[in-house]
């Protein structure tokens, strides 16, 4: 699997509107982008530091995956997104070398990425997200 960068560190938090000030007053990064994305029942907030991203992630309802991590282990890290060429393809390269899937095909994800998860049980804990290259904003 050709892994082309890190496309974003995705970080659970309970509000993003109480994340602003660090992020854009003392780090000086400037938020470009707040969306619900529905389905997953997430509300996201973007910020680039060079070719990286970083995603706050705020839940939007009790029952997303977002509210259930931070009930679990709080807020922080909750996964890491690498770009690769084709997420169809580097999905059936893990399958064939034993990872579990979360997701057994591409789905839509905050900005109109095509995206699909590996469960953390088969990469060493880490909740790992692969996402089209060449679609970034």
Same mark, same amino acid.
């Given at each position: 699997?050709?892994?082309?960068? #890190? ?12 994340? &602003? ?32 991203? #970083?995603?706050? &992630? ?43 899937? #979360? ?14 998860? &590996? ?7 880490? &909740? ?10």
């Amino acid at each position: 699997m050709e892994l082309t960068h #890190i496309e974003h560190l995705g970080i659970a938090v309970k509000s993003i509107e109480a994340c &602003l000030p660090y992020y854009e007053g003392v780090l000086g990064l400037k938020c470009y982008n707040i969306e619900v994305v529905e389905d997953q029942k997430v509300k996201t907030a973007f910020f680039k530091v060079g070719q990286t991203k #970083i995603e706050l &992630l705020e839940p939007t309802s009790e029952e997303s995956t977002i509210a259930k991590f931070i009930e679990k282990r709080g807020e922080g890290i909750h996964h890491i997104a690498f770009a690769v060429p084709d997420v169809q393809s580097a999905l059936e390269e893990v399958a064939a070398k034993g990872v579990q899937l #979360i997701d057994k095909a591409p789905r839509g994800g905050a900005e109109g990425l095509d995206i699909a998860f &590996l469960h953390p049980k088969s990469t060493c804990g880490v &909740l790992t997200e692969l996402c089209m290259e060449g679609q970034d904003k």
